[in-house]
Nanobody, 123 residues
């Protein structure tokens, strides 16, 4: 059974940075594409970034390009989301997810989800 546990969320001022981590267990981590999504109150969960099992060619939603970086460590079974230049619009619950599809940016392409970690960006 795949388990995903996010950490690293918190409160940060606008312009600041945070690094989210997601620990993966239960299956072969290197077989999965990993992704980050976020949900703000009253909105659908939206794709943020994804990274294939090889760790190369990550891909991002336009609203985070140049600010967020996704990476993975296949030896530590962990995926990261480095967030810089945060603004209040980035306030959300951030979710880690795992997919068997190499390039996956749709919620229904991910079969395993973490419980989420709250990121709050203040002015």
């Amino acid at each position: 059974q795949v388990q995903l546990v996010e950490s690293g969320g918190g409160l940060v001022q606008a312009g600041g940075s945070l690094r989210l981590s997601c620990a993966f267990s239960g299956r072969a981590f290197s077989a999965f594409t990993m992704g980050w999504f976020r949900r703000t109150p009253g909105k659908e969960r939206e794709f943020v970034a994804g990274i294939p099992y090889s760790g190369t060619s990550p891909y991002y939603s336009d609203f985070v390009k140049g600010r967020f970086t996704i990476s993975r460590d296949n030896e530590k079974n962990t995926v990261y989301l480095q967030m810089t230049g945060l603004n209040p619009e980035d306030t959300a619950v951030y979710y880690c997810a795992a997919s068997g599809i190499m390039v996956a940016s749709e919620e229904n392409q991910y079969g395993f989800w973490g419980q989420g970690t709250q990121v709050t960006v203040s002015l």
